[in-house]
């Protein structure tokens, strides 16, 4: 599909106002992705690993706050004052940031901030960001220079030492391997639900996303000035990965 024929961002909106409760489970993530809860727990420790005192953390596309609260637990074990820490959220959807917003609220962090927004558009402080995540909102990026400009912008937002972290949805380069892992993964969500599912949940990437491959989004990070860029896990059409700000 054409990338203009595309949900615009008022219809994606609109999607996740209604989807408050299938984003708030911590234990299982989103039953959607292929190994939601493990590529959660690996961006997040590796936040912590690379930030293990963070000022300040951003989330966008929070959702329910899933991958927040995740790292909330990763600065708690050690026995960080995660009480202390900033944690900004963004989202399209309010609803979704009063969910996250209460749910961080109740595990006694302080300073929670919710931002309803594109995060393209949103005035955010630059420099001021020790962790960036991004988990489930890159694939809604649409041109080369939509994403050239997403992944600058967060590369400006953060603090010099500074991490970005994301979880995703990713195509492939080439043809035969794309239809291959999109086979898996159709089988994952006939095996997750049935096929009236797995038809579903293809109708609303193609109507709603526009991935990019892993490699074309390592090769931007670099370009956009990011250092350390590490993948962490990839299964079928899902990945996790980040890099730092020197």
Known sequence: ???NAKSTVEEIRR???GDVERFSNLTTGQTATIDAPLAMELITAAAVACNPTPRAVLDIGCGAG???LKLLDHLRSRGVAYCQV?????????????RASERILATGAVEVRTIRGDFREVDLRLGHYDVILAAAVLHHLRDDADWQAAFQKIFSLLAPGGSF???????HEG???????YDRYGDYLVQTGDSAYRDQVFAYIAQEDSPRSLTYQLELARQSGFVEIDV???TSCFAAFGGRKL
């Not at 972290?165 to 195509?171: G, H, N, R």
């Open 1 to 3: 599909m054409n990338v």
């Open 15 to 17: 999607r996740f106002d």
């Open 66 to 68: 899933n991958n927040t």
């Open 86 to 98: 900033q944690y900004d959220l963004l989202d399209l959807s309010q609803p979704m940031l009063d």
């Open 165 to 171: 972290w994301v979880t995703d949805l990713v195509a």
């Open 175 to 181: 043809n035969a391997v794309s239809r291959l892992m």
């Open 232 to 234: 962490l896990h990839k």
